[in-house]
């Protein structure tokens, strides 16, 4: 059974710091990696998807990385701003199918 | 595109009643999933349909669980006899198969459930 981890639990920056937030996975064959935002009382909003096969995608400020081998993905924000406070979900897709495991998440506190 | 829509966006009922929660996939999506979060568990997968057939249920807890999808633009939750620790935010998510390399899912807004 895929179990994914997210470290720290909260993080609080002061704005403009970068953010760095860790997710790990145990088992290392994924079709792919997804990493979500959620506001309080709202959904979950997808921000990147890495495929198996790639090692990073990019958006904006937004970076994820993706290592398989060591089970860890890892999404940076440049430049944090008050807005980006909320919580970010990373969430592994098994192959063969379309379920998701997903991470407890950390919630992010930016401060202005 | 409006998005997933989940209707109600809250619901409060009390113990042993049936509580119905709905679901608008986004149009032409194919896949369409259940989940439920809570504190305690975090987001699991409840049950998810492919065209609008039940793939795979095993994250349904209890018998007191249904989930149905009659056609491509429409799914139910059910519980029947709901019970207080079935309290959680449940959220309905699609995906579309065609972007399969590159299906991310979208969520709905979720309903919160309270039993009392």
């Known amino acids: 059974k895929q179990e994914v981890t997210q470290i720290p639990a909260a993080l609080s920056v002061p704005e403009g710091e970068n953010l760095v937030l860790n997710c790990s996975f145990t088992?290392?064959?994924?079709?792919?990696l997804q990493w979500f935002r959620q506001d309080p009382g709202k959904g979950l909003t997808s921000l990147l998807l890495?495929?198996?096969?790639?090692r990073e995608q990019t958006s904006g400020r937004l970076n994820a990385s993706l290592d398989k081998s060591s089970g860890r993905s890892t999404l940076y924000i440049a430049a944090s701003q008050p807005g980006d406070s909320a919580t970010y979900l990373c969430a592994a897709r098994r192959r063969n199918d379309y379920k998701l495991s997903f991470g407890a998440g950390t919630t992010v506190t930016v401060r202005a | 595109d409006a998005g997933v829509i989940q209707s109600p966006r809250h619901e409060v009922t009390e113990m042993g009643q049936e509580v119905t929660l709905r679901c608008k996939p986004i149009?032409?999506?194919?896949?369409l999933f259940w989940y439920r979060q809570t504190m305690m568990r975090g987001l699991e997968l409840l049950i998810y349909?492919?065209?609008?057939?039940?793939?795979?249920d095993s994250g349904m807890p209890e018998d007191r669980f249904s989930a149905k999808m009659p056609n491509a633009s429409f799914s139910t939750l059910k519980i029947q006899p709901s019970e207080p620790r079935d309290s959680a935010v449940y959220f309905c998510?699609?995906?579309?198969?065609?972007?399969?390399?590159?299906?991310?899912?979208?969520f709905g807004n979720g309903t919160r459930l309270t039993v009392t």
């Open positions: 088992d290392s064959a994924i079709y792919n």
């Open positions: 998510a699609s995906s579309q198969s065609r972007q399969l390399d590159n299906s991310p899912l979208h």
């Open positions: 349909f492919n065209n609008n057939v039940p793939i795979d």
């Open positions: 890495i495929q198996s096969s790639q």
């Open positions: 149009s032409g999506h194919d896949y």
